[in-house]
C-alpha cells in the first residue's frame, strides 16, 4: 500500500511538473494595455505597433485594451486575464501596483514599467526602458542648432524613463557647449495627457529664452508642439520640438527638429520567447543605439553637417568611446539643470 501512495504522489508530481513545463511553452495570446489611445505617435503607438508587430512574428494572438485612463484597470486586466490571454502588458507606470496583483490572484504573466525590483519568475517583468543614449545625441543636436544658447526640457512627470532621458540630454548639451544653458520645467506630477498644461508651461520656458525645447509627455506633447508652433522665439526666429519615443512627422508643420524614436518590438518579442523558455520575470529588458531600438530622427530642420558629426558621436557611443550612463533618479536630475521651473 505504502509503495502505491508513493507511486500514485510520484504520478502526481511528474504530471504537475510536465503541465507547467507546457505552460510556459504555450502562448497563445497577448494583450496590451494603454492609458491613452494608439494614435498619439509616441508611448501609446509605439506600444501597440510593437505588440502588434511582436505577436505576428511570435505567431500568437493580439488583443489591444486603449484609451483606460490612469485610474483602476483591474477589471479590465481580470477581463482579459479570464478570456486566455498569456501575457498582460500593462503599459502605464499607473498600473505597475494593480498588474501585479492580478497577476498572483488569477495566476498570469504580466509585464510593468518602472518596477526593476518587482520581478517575479514566471510572473512579474519589468521593461522599464531607457532611451538615453539617443536623448544625449539630442542634447549634442540641440547645442550645435540653438541660436539663443538657451534649450528647454518640459516633462509630463518624472518617471524613471524620463529621467534618464532628461540627464543624457542636459549631458549631451553641457559637453557640446558648456554655455548653453538648460532649463528644466515639470508639468505636474503625472501630467500625461495634460495638453493644455503642455502648451503653457512649454511656453513660460520659451519665453525664458528657449528656441529649442526636448518634449516628453504622451498626450501632453501636442500641448508642446502647439506652444512651439505658435511661439516665436526671443530673436523673433522659430523654435523648434525635440519629440521622444515615436515618429510625429505626419503631422508636423515645419518645426520637429528630431525625435528620440524608441522601437519596443525588441522587447516583446524577447518577453513572448522568455515565456516559452521558462525565463519570464527573471531578466531586465533594455534598449540601445547598437540595434536600433533607440535612434534620433533625421528631419529637414537638421543640416547634413550636423547630423554627420551627430552621427559620428554615435559610433563613438556604440564603440564604448564615449560612455552615457542613465540617471532616474529625479533629484539627481534636477541637479544637472541650469534653472528648475516648478
Known sequence: MKKQLLSALSAILLAGTMFGAASAAEVKSIAILT??????????????????????????????????????????????????????????????????????????????????????????????????????????????????????????????????????????????????????????????????????????????GADIIFGQGNGSSFGMLQAVETTKAADGGKVLFIDVIGDKSPIDKGFLLSSVVWNIEPVYAAMIADLKADTFGTKSYAIGLKDDSVKLLKTPQIPDDVWGDVQKIREDIISGKIKVEPVFEATAVRALMSDVKE
Not at 80 to 93: F, N, R, T, V, W
Not at 150 to 155: D, E, H, L, R
Not at 185 to 204: F, M, Q
Open 35 to 208: 492609458p491613452e489611445e494608439g494614435t498619439d505617435y509616441g508611448w501609446n503607438q509605439q506600444g501597440v505597433d510593437a505588440a502588434k508587430a511582436a505577436a505576428k512574428a511570435a505567431g500568437v494572438e493580439v488583443v489591444v485594451a486603449q484609451g483606460l485612463g490612469y485610474g483602476d484597470v483591474r477589471p479590465t486586466l481580470r477581463e482579459l486575464a479570464e478570456e486566455g490571454a498569456s501575457l498582460l502588458i500593462a503599459h502605464a507606470s499607473g498600473y505597475n501596483t494593480a498588474a501585479p496583483e492580478i497577476a498572483k490572484e488569477l495566476n498570469v504573466p504580466v509585464a510593468i514599467v518602472d518596477t526593476p525590483s518587482a520581478l517575479s519568475k514566471g510572473l512579474i517583468a519589468d521593461y522599464t526602458l531607457s532611451g538615453h543614449e539617443g536623448a544625449y545625441l539630442a542634447g549634442r543636436l540641440a547645442a550645435k542648432m540653438s541660436r539663443s544658447k538657451t534649450v528647454g526640457i518640459v516633462v509630463s512627470g518624472e518617471p524613471p524613463s524620463w529621467n534618464s532621458q532628461s540627464s543624457a540630454f542636459a549631458k549631451g548639451v553641457k559637453e557640446e557647449n558648456g554655455d548653453v544653458k538648460v532649463i528644466y520645467a515639470v508639468i505636474g506630477p503625472a501630467a500625461y495627457s495634460d495638453a493644455a498644461g503642455g502648451k503653457r508651461v512649454t511656453e513660460s520656458v520659451i519665453a525664458a
